[in-house]
């Protein structure tokens, strides 16, 4: 709730303080992503860092992943659910417990009063996907999956420092279950650097400001964040729109596995009701609710403006209503290397599509709503023993009022660059035959979606991959008239592939992904002209 605090700021102030506390969060990410070993952290940047106070409310995050930072607060509430005490460190993933999937290995750090060493002032939080957890298959993103056991090793939230003192029994234990301990261990110290960043600047703004202006400058920049998220919810007040789309198969079924979100603007508050979204299903598409969450926060983020601070204000301001059994209210033991990643990404797209039909509905046309993008992280995981490769890829962004969407980005729930060539290539036995836009791809429109990529691997070894994939099927639509972007296509050598599969290389085999394009925004000038 909004409380008075924000009167002992000015405006000026209050953005000195957001900026410098988002600062702090992106020297994390930058520490994050210099002492990292994996081309996954280090180069692609797949990791987020946050900063909560004391009362697990997150006051900052750096501009990282959106489906990792949407997700966190409920990894920090699991930690301080466990009994988390000054100076611990916790370590987790399993989703039923503040985690999303499990290679995404969350490290949080209780932070300690700079003299008070059993009081805790807040908590630093470094979320990053590791190449490989165990599970089925290499990279721990395993086609095919039915129980959230064959994904990986399951971690809850542990204890690995206690009061500040190592307790190496627990990361031995988790090194013994993957496929590149050293690699891990490696980006696992990368992790336990930034945690110890975001303390030392946390505890830093302590000192300078005091327990008591830091407090009322965290409830200030949270209740103003929430104030403009809600003004700019009452442009639709009163206004409701319903949208509906599908996932292409769970990788059990190839059965369309439906999407439906109620989008109501009541009182300056988002409601999304997901009933009459598919239950529960076979396959790894589910995903638990933190996740969708994550889509809601990020959907009503992208509706403001540019400056509006990304902190607990934002999830102020949103209602969930998931039914208890739906692929978005994901139970053990259910399987959810891809709920992440793909369902995300079309609950991303069905919150856009439902607030442009309220919109709409109550006559307005000036708010800057997407087109679909390519919908999809095209997913993609190579290995064989001794190393793993992970990586997704970008496409086609929609286009919108503001203009045509961009080329090769990726999009909603995904912010990671691609992996540079000369670092795979470095890296792992592989070799990119050929990277590039593909041309054509985005969708017709007054203003054109972006176009996708082509990205073409040859093996060198014997290896398998693993492709979780969407958007193979149904195209992204286009938005106001304007045309759907192209589907994308999955290839070995010149074979056709699922959007979701799991396939033996040989030596010299070539396995291509063309992503998808972006939707159009708009009617095509041609189309006018023959009017």
Not at 251 to 260: A, F, L, R, T, Y
Not at 388 to 397: D, H, I, K, P, R
Request: charged fraction near 20%; charge should be negative.
């Amino acid at each position: 709730m909004t409380t008075n605090n924000a009167a002992a700021f000015d405006a000026l102030e209050l953005t000195v303080f957001s900026q410098g506390v988002a600062m702090l969060a992106e020297e994390m990410g930058g520490l994050l992503e210099r002492s990292s070993i994996s081309p996954n952290i280090r180069e692609r940047r797949d990791a987020s860092c946050a900063l909560f106070d004391a009362s697990g409310r997150m006051v900052a995050q750096a501009a990282h992943i959106p489906v990792h930072l949407g997700a966190m607060p409920e990894s920090v509430a699991a930690v301080r659910a466990a009994g988390a005490a000054a100076g611990d460190v916790f370590l987790l993933n399993d989703p039923s417990h503040g985690g999303s999937h499990l290679p995404d290995l969350t490290m949080v750090e209780v932070i300690a009063h700079p003299s008070q060493a059993d009081r805790i002032i807040g908590y630093a939080a470094v979320r990053a996907h590791h190449a490989d957890v165990g599970g089925i298959s290499p990279g721990s993103m395993p086609f095919g999956a039915t129980e959230l056991y064959q994904e990986g090793l399951i971690v809850p939230p542990v204890r690995i420092e206690v009061h500040g003192i190592p307790q190496r029994d627990v990361m031995t234990l988790v090194l013994a279950n993957v496929r590149t301990p050293a690699e891990r261990e490696g980006d696992l110290r990368a992790q336990r650097a930034a945690c110890a960043a975001g303390r030392r600047g946390w505890q830093a703004l302590f000192t300078r400001l005091g327990d008591a202006t830091l407090q009322a400058a965290v409830d200030a920049l949270l209740d103003y964040t929430e104030r403009r998220v809600r003004a700019r919810l009452a442009l639709l007040e009163g206004a409701t729109g319903q949208a509906a789309d599908a996932l292409e198969g769970d990788g059990v079924s190839d059965q369309p596995i439906p999407v439906v979100i109620r989008a109501t603007v009541r009182n300056g508050t988002l409601l999304l009701d997901l009933t009459g979204t598919s239950p529960a299903v076979r396959g790894n598409v589910n995903a638990p609710p933190a996740v969708a969450r994550a889509a809601a926060v990020f959907v009503l983020r992208v509706l403001c403006d540019d400056d509006v601070p990304v902190n607990d204000g934002v999830a102020r301001a949103v209602h969930l209503t998931i039914p208890d059994d739906c692929v978005a209210n994901a139970k053990r033991p259910s399987a959810v290397a891809a709920g992440n990643v793909e369902l995300s990404q079309r609950m991303t797209d069905v919150c856009f599509a439902a607030l442009a039909k309220a919109a709409a509905s109550i006559g307005v046309h000036d708010l800057v709503i997407p087109a679909c993008g390519q919908g999809t992280m095209n997913n993609i995981t190579l290995g064989a023993p001794g190393w793993s490769f992970y990586e997704t890829l970008g496409g086609g962004q929609g286009a919108s009022l503001r203009g045509p969407g961009p080329d090769a980005v990726h999009v909603g729930m995904s912010n990671t660059r691609n992996t540079p060539v000369e670092s795979l290539e470095r890296a792992y036995p592989l070799r990119i035959v050929e990277y590039a836009v593909r041309r054509g791809s985005g969708g017709a429109g007054q203003f054109p979606g972006g176009d996708g990529v082509v990205r073409r691997y040859q093996a060198l070894v014997p290896c398998t991959a693993t492709l979780l994939t969407e958007r193979r099927v149904v195209a992204p639509p286009g938005a106001n008239g304007g045309m759907p972007g192209a589907a994308g296509n999955n290839l070995l050598n010149s074979t056709v592939l699922p959007a979701k599969t799991r396939v033996a290389l040989s030596a010299g085999d070539v396995l291509t992904l063309e992503t998808p394009g972006g939707g159009g925004w708009g009617v095509p000038v041609s189309n006018t002209q023959g009017q």
